[in-house]
Antibody, heavy 121, light 112 residues
Framework: QVQLQESGPGLVKPSQTLSLTCTVS??????????WSWIRQHPGKGLEWIGD???????YYNPSLKSRVTISVDTSKNQFSLKLNSVTAADTAVYYC?????????????WGQGTLVTVSS | QSALTQPPSASGSPGQSVTISCTGT?????????VSWYQQHPGKAPKLMIY???KRPSGVPDRFFGSKSGNTASLTVSGLQAEDEADYYC????????????FGGGTKLTVL
């Protein structure tokens, strides 16, 4: 059974960089069968796709966040990470990592439990 | 890429059926058979219920049925149960020129 777990600071100051890591267990990122995603949900709102990464390091970002987002992968640790810079209060959200079934899918079959990140001074 | 349109709310009594719609365009829902549906209970992560328009992952009851006609996809929940009360989101691949897709705004399903 694949499991994903987000980790990182729950509080980030405005203008700083939000950094989160997703650890995958029960399956290998290096298998190449899936893409690995970050998705967020603002309090009481809907879901927003942030971006995907493939085990090779190829990345794909939501155009609305692209200028501030970096997603990276560490296959040796079976982890992938999110960095979002120049954060504001509008970036306060629950951040989820998830497994994307494939390039043409945009379908997320396993999710982490989510981690709330608050942007505040 | 604009968000897919879902009704904000839907409701039904136990045992009844309810259908939730998800309307997009020919660039997403209408152009590809890659529509998914998710169930989200309060404080929990979303759970994949339907993928590729009508396929159910292992463990999802066959009370959940997905379909598509033109630019509109639908999720039908039959034999409503109390535990079906949740938020439901649709997604669609939309990336012939760009990787990625779009989410629907979500529908709150209430079991009366």
């Amino acid at each position: 059974q694949v499991q994903l777990q987000e980790s990182g600071p729950g509080l980030v100051k405005p203008s700083q960089t939000l950094s989160l890591t997703c650890t995958v267990s029960g399956g290998s990122i290096s298998s190449g069968d899936y893409y690995w995603s970050w998705i967020r949900q603002h309090p009481g709102k809907g879901l927003e796709w942030i971006g995907d990464i493939y085990y090779s390091g190829s990345t794909y970002y939501n155009p609305s966040l692209k200028s501030r987002v970096t997603i990276s992968v560490d296959t040796s640790k079976n982890q992938f990470s999110l960095k979002l810079n120049s954060v504001t209060a509008a970036d306060t959200a629950v951040y989820y990592c998830a497994r994307d079934r494939g390039y043409y899918e945009f379908s997320f079959d396993y999710w982490g439990q989510g981690t709330l990140v608050t942007v505040s001074s | 890429q604009s968000a897919l349109t879902q009704p904000p709310s839907a409701s039904g009594s136990p045992g009844q059926s309810v259908t939730i719609s998800c309307t997009g365009t020919s660039s997403d829902v209408g152009g590809y058979d890659y529509v998914s549906w998710y169930q989200q209970h309060p404080g929990k992560a979303p759970k994949l219920m339907i993928y590729e328009v009508s396929k159910r992952p292992s463990g999802v009851p066959d009370r959940f049925f997905g379909s598509k006609s033109g630019n509109t996809a639908s999720l039908t929940v039959s034999g409503l149960q109390a535990e079906d009360e949740a938020d439901y989101y649709c997604t669609s691949y939309a990336g012939s020129n760009n990787f990625g897709g779009v989410f629907g705004g979500g529908t709150k399903l209430t079991v009366l």
